[in-house]
């Protein structure tokens, strides 16, 4: 994934205050927040059904 093109909005000092981004740069941005957070998911289920799998094996479930 590419960096998008940003434009800062500055308050009277010079401090960044605002993002503006393109419409499809955001929606870009977005997809792929999605698409991060549902491998977290995956990957936080996964270890919990493999830490399941070890308590089995173990006799302790």
Known sequence: MTIPETRYVVDSHGKKIFVQLAVGDWENLMN????LETLLNFKTKLKSAFREVRQIKRGEK
């Not at 792929?32 to 698409?35: A, I, S, V, W, Y």
């Open 32 to 35: 792929e927040l999605n698409r």
